[in-house]
């Protein structure tokens, strides 16, 4: 009898943002003209503006960074601008045509490897791999991958002594799965994983979202040699849905009288985003 080959999950998750890579309509110009790549990260960092903040990219001059899943390129091409040594490795065929587009146009460059995270260290040339990175970045995409832990170990072996690890992770409770937990009618916490997967994306039907909370972070890096030196939650989206779909910012009704203050708070206490921050200490492998 005949076994039938079943998709792994992982060319589930290739294909999905293959279809669809993120931020892709962040703007209705041209894709791969200047004034396209202008749109999409002033519209990115409008809406999420911690990400700036948090990257810091003017520290990593002259540094050697990883960007692990670079998507469309706009965090890259920042590293570049700054005068990082940057090498990015993504999963998406798509997205990674999309960057080196990116790079070509405003004449910068870095090392560009398509592939699956979990398998960096078949990735990279074994030179890349002795000198290590001071900085391994990776924004909302770890927690894409069927095996995220495969990741965390590797990046455990390629961060320098002290080196630093700065990735964003889907947060386990937020303001997100409460709002969509309301719109499915869901009381239920114990289908919490099963709404976020069904919504944790523009494109509905992401194969593989996973969700943390800090105590699970801290456990996970512990593990690897890796201390977090700071975890706090960020992002709530406040715009309405279907008006931002359309390119404009309009606030839902339940922010509009809501202080500047108490939306901060609001984000810090149930942000769909946990940014972490953490320093690899050799020592203690």
């Known amino acids: 009898m005949k076994t039938l080959n079943k998709r792994c999950l ?9 279809r669809r890579p993120c931020n892709i309509k962040h703007s209705s110009k041209q894709v791969g003209t200047t004034e396209y790549f202008n749109e999409v990260e002033e ?8 990400i700036p903040l948090f990257a810091e990219f003017p520290k990593w001059k002259n540094k050697r960074v990883l960007e692990i899943g670079c998507g469309i390129g706009t965090d890259s091409v920042n590293f570049a601008r700054h005068g990082a040594d ?5 999963l998406s065929k798509e997205s990674l045509n999309i960057t080196k587009q990116r790079f070509k146009k405003f004449g910068l460059s870095a090392n560009f490897y398509l592939g699956n995270a979990e398998n960096l260290l078949s990735l990279l040339p074994e030179e ?3 000198k290590g990175y001071d900085l391994i970045y990776s924004f909302g995409v770890i927690h ?19 080196g630093e690890l700065r990735c964003m ?12 937990m309301h719109l499915e009618s869901i009381w239920d916490f114990s289908k919490s994983d099963e709404i976020i997967q069904k919504f944790a994306e523009a494109q509905v039907g992401c194969p593989r979202a996973s969700t943390y909370t800090f105590s699970d972070i ?3 890096l512990s593990t690897k040699g890796i201390n977090v030196k700071k975890i706090w939650k960020d992002h709530v989206f406040k715009y309405d849905i279907p008006s931002y779909i359309q390119k404009k910012y309009v606030t839902r009704d339940c922010f509009k009288n809501m202080s500047d203050a108490d939306y901060r708070s609001l984000c810090e206490e149930m942000g769909w985003h946990t940014m972490v921050i953490a320093e690899a200490d050799k020592n203690e492998l």
């Open 86 to 90: 940057l090498t990015c490795i993504e």
């Open 144 to 162: 894409h991958a069927e095996y995220p832990e495969k990741i965390f170990e590797n990046i455990s072996h390629l961060l320098k002594n002290k």
């Open 218 to 220: 801290k456990e996970i």
């Open 128 to 130: 890349e791999i002795a």
């Open 10 to 18: 992982t060319e589930e998750i290739q294909e999905y943002w293959d």
């Open 43 to 50: 519209r990115k960092y409008f809406v999420e503006p911690h």
């Open 169 to 180: 992770l889907y947060s386990k409770y937020s303001f997100k799965l409460f709002d969509f």
